[in-house]
T-cell receptor, first 114, second 114 residues
Framework: GPKVLQIPSHQIIDMGQMVTLNCDPVSNHLYFYWYKQILGQQMEFLVNFYNGKVMEKSKLFKDQFSVERPDGSYFTLKIQPTALEDSAVYFC????????????FGPGTRLTVL | GDSVTQTEGPVTLSEGTSLTVNCSYETKQYPTLFWYVQYPGEGPQLLFKVPKANEKGSNRGFEATYNKEATSFHLQKASVQESDSAVYYCALSDLAEGADRLTFGKGTQLIIQP
């Protein structure tokens, strides 16, 4: 089936540094999402993105977070600066215009902030 | 806000036995309900969704009925196989909170022994 790729699979950085998480969505999909899962807790919605704009964001999407998809390349989540509480697995998802409810997820990027 | 509560794992069963994973939800509106399955090293993938109350969804021998009165969406399978070992997530999407924002439960790890 359709695949969403995420790069890198693991990232370890020091608190205060910047990190960019990359997502390669399904090729014809137009809606993109980021979710955050802290160990032992549920996956939580961060943000969705369509037509070059953030459509909706949750309270977890702090001012230090930003998303973009320049020129149809990777859909990225940037955190600057990082904090200890940003340690989590971040899942990217994408969906088509016709099937917004059918989100395809990547395998996740495990971010560890020291 | 919305919330989803499901059976705490891990759940360990022998091959050929029946499965029930409980899921209950809280929301102010009329959500679409989902079951997702996640295999090791992969992202969650949609098992099935049910948009309307009192309807049943099914896929690969799994099924669940959207019970609006009881606010439940329990996952069942008559006879599990070793290949069903995975983490199962109950989720909802609610127009009041954002049409394509998914709210997940914590996930239930299912371990099937041969």
């Amino acid at each position: 089936g359709p695949k969403v790729l995420q790069i890198p699979s693991h990232q370890i950085i020091d608190m205060g540094q910047m990190v960019t998480l990359n997502c390669d969505p399904v090729s014809n999909h137009l809606y993109f999402y980021w979710y955050k899962q802290i160990l032992g807790q549920q996956m939580e919605f961060l943000v969705n993105f369509y037509n070059g704009k953030v459509m909706e964001k949750s309270k977890l999407f702090k001012d230090q977070f930003s998303v973009e998809r320049p020129d149809g390349s990777y859909f990225t989540l940037k955190i600057q600066p990082t904090a200890l509480e940003d340690s989590a697995v971040y899942f990217c998802a994408s969906s088509s215009r016709d099937r917004v409810y059918e989100q395809y997820f990547g395998p996740g990027t495990r971010l560890t902030v020291l | 806000g919305d919330s989803v509560t499901q059976t705490e794992g891990p759940v360990t069963l022998s091959e050929g036995t029946s499965l029930t994973v409980n899921c209950s939800y809280e929301t102010k509106q009329y959500p679409t309900l989902f079951w997702y399955v996640q295999y090791p090293g992969e992202g969650p993938q949609l098992l099935f969704k049910v948009p309307k109350a009192n309807e049943k969804g099914s896929n690969r021998g799994f099924e669940a009925t959207y019970n609006k009165e009881a606010t439940s969406f329990h996952l069942q399978k008559a006879s599990v196989q070793e290949s069903d070992s995975a983490v199962y997530y109950c989720a909802l999407s609610d127009l009041a909170e954002g049409a394509d924002r998914l709210t997940f439960g914590k996930g239930t790890q299912l371990i099937i022994q041969p």
